[in-house]
């Protein structure tokens, strides 16, 4: 995944208000530093998810 996060929610609509959240908060930093932008994702439906070369 690189410089990535990967989390599970048990519905949709707990992700979005997460990813939606965060995306408010690193725009809004409430102790003056600098504003970020966070690009997100969501992907709904089953996934595998496997540790390759002990990682």
């Known amino acids: ?3 990535a996060v990967m989390a ?3 519905q949709p609509s707990g ?3 997460a ?7 690193l725009a809004n930093p409430p102790d003056g530093t600098p504003a970020l932008n966070l ?3 969501l992907h709904v439906g089953p ?3 496997v ?3 002990e990682r």
């Open 8 to 10: 599970v929610f048990r």
């Open 19 to 25: 990813m939606l959240s965060v995306q408010q908060r």
């Open 47 to 49: 996934c595998i998810a």
């Open 15 to 17: 992700a979005l208000k």
């Open 39 to 41: 690009k997100a994702g």
């Open 51 to 53: 540790t390759l070369n």
């Open 1 to 3: 995944i690189g410089d």
